[in-house]
């Protein structure tokens, strides 16, 4: 069935450093793809999204590029900021054969150190 | 801005109750879910609905039932509440079922 691997945490970094969290996922058709962020005591907002092939999510300083040859939606950032901290999920959502789907990831925790 | 609101951000209740979380959407919304979110399993759906009286099961329904009276506001229900449903809940809402989803805080739930 279709499925999100997003890479375990929890990713520790200083401030400015590089950021990639690696999503793959499985799925028949073609779904849309997804990053959310959790801050503490929140629920999830969107963070950027990409429909098909070849599109390119960004907002905040992340971007994420839908690549169907590979199934991934790696999430990069080339300066991360101590508030950037947070829990990052990866997800998908899309129609098989009439069901619905919306899958997500386990999330990925990042710290951020000043 | 959508606004997605949830009744309770902690509920502690006893096994064996009926136990009802709240949700509220301000923004006509067709289509709103429910999850539970548990460490290393990330986000499980648990129902949908599409339409006013119209649900969907997700991944996890049993032990679950939900309603959908009005269109802005989705109720979930434990029946006969258990430990093993201790949990964050957490409630969304979205224009189309493939756009993205806007969640509520969440409702931290445990039953003792």
């Known amino acids: 069935g279709d499925s999100v691997t997003q890479m375990e945490g929890p990713v520790t970094l200083s401030e400015e450093a590089c950021l990639t969290i690696n999503c793959t996922y499985t799925a028949t058709g073609y779904p849309s793809l997804f990053w959310y962020v959790q801050y503490p005591g929140e629920g999830l907002q969107l963070l950027l999204k990409?429909?098909?092939?070849?599109d390119k999510g960004s907002n905040k300083g992340f971007e994420a590029t839908y690549r169907k040859e590979t199934t991934s939606f790696h999430l990069e950032k080339g300066s991360v900021q101590v508030s950037d901290s947070a829990v990052y999920f990866c997800a998908l959502s899309g129609t098989t054969s009439g069901t619905y789907k919306y899958i997500f990831g386990t999330g990925t925790r990042l710290k951020v150190l000043a | 801005d959508v606004k997605v609101t949830q009744s309770s951000r902690y509920l502690v209740k006893r096994t064996g109750e009926k136990v009802f979380l709240e949700c509220v959407q301000d923004?006509?919304?067709?289509?709103m879910f429910w999850y539970r979110q548990d460490p290393g399993l990330g986000l499980r759906l648990i129902y949908f609905s599409y339409d006013v009286k119209m649900k969907e099961k997700g991944d996890i329904p049993e032990g679950y039932s939900v309603s959908r009276e009005k269109k802005e506001r989705f109720s979930l229900i434990l029946e006969s509440a258990s430990t093993n449903q201790t949990s964050m809940y957490l409630c969304?809402?979205?224009?189309?079922?493939?756009?993205?989803?806007?969640f509520g805080d969440g409702t931290r739930l445990s039953i003792l």
């Open positions: 923004m006509d919304h067709e289509n």
């Open positions: 990409a429909t098909k092939a070849d």
């Open positions: 969304a809402s979205s224009l189309r079922l493939n756009q993205p989803q806007h």
